[in-house]
């Protein structure tokens, strides 16, 4: 079935510094990949999201690319603030019930 | 569009008794999912409605999980003779047709 892996954290950076997280995903047909973020105390918000190959998504300074070639859809900010410090989670949905399959999520905190 | 909304947003139960959650979705929107999540992990998906229709269960929902959408309005989640594994943060998630899905704040269970 469809799948999605991305990388692990913990991740610790420091403000102004260039965030990538890694996500790759397995699926027939044509998915749409999504970043959410879950900043603390809060719900699960849609960050970013692409639709077809070569898409990208973009939103707040982050970025994602649909590379189907190597179904990947890393994630990407090139100047990290405290604010951005939340779990991050990789996300696909098929084209038939658009119901979500998640990765694990990576924990990102951004130190002043 | 206040949002999805959850209720309760936490719950304590003993081992074996019933408990039940409810999700009130953005209105207009026909589609309605039930998430679990557990520490560390990403959400995992349970059940969705269609309007009314539930059109689909994991195999993650057990005999012991029943979840309604009477109308197409709001939905409960019922979980019967509660075990420890239960344990977990229940998120509702709405949307209309192939939108990105809005998640709620979650009910997070205890099982003790």
């Known amino acids: 079935g469809d799948s999605v892996t991305q990388m692990e954290g913990p991740v610790t950076l420091s403000e102004e510094a260039f965030l990538t997280i890694n996500c790759t995903y397995t699926a027939t047909g044509y998915p749409s990949l999504f970043w959410y973020v879950q900043y603390p105390g809060e719900g699960l918000q849609l960050l970013l999201k692409a639709t077809k190959a070569d898409d990208k998504g973009s939103n707040k300074g982050f970025e994602a690319t649909y590379r189907k070639e190597t179904t990947s859809f890393h994630l990407e900010k090139g100047s990290v603030q405290v604010s951005d410090s939340a779990v991050y989670f990789c996300?696909?949905?098929?084209?038939?019930?658009?119901?979500?399959?998640f990765g694990a999520g990576t924990t990102v905190t951004v130190r002043a | 569009d206040t949002g999805v909304s959850q209720d309760p947003r936490h719950k304590i139960t003993k081992r074996g008794q019933n408990v039940t959650f409810r999700c009130d979705p953005i209105?207009?929107?026909?589609?309605l999912y039930w998430y679990r999540q557990t520490l560390g992990q990403g959400p995992e998906f349970l059940t969705y409605?269609?309007?009314?229709?539930?059109?689909?269960k994991s195999r993650l929902l057990s005999d012991r999980f029943s979840a309604e959408r009477p109308k197409g309005s709001f939905s409960t989640l019922e979980i019967q003779r509660t075990e420890q594994g239960d344990s977990a943060m229940y998120l509702c998630?709405?949307?209309?047709?192939?939108?990105?899905?809005?998640f709620g704040n979650g009910t997070r269970l205890t099982v003790t």
């Open positions: 409605f269609q309007n009314e229709a539930q059109l689909e």
């Open positions: 998630a709405s949307s209309f047709s192939d939108s990105p899905l809005h």
């Open positions: 209105s207009e929107h026909n589609r």
């Open positions: 996300a696909l949905s098929d084209q038939y019930d658009y119901k979500l399959s």
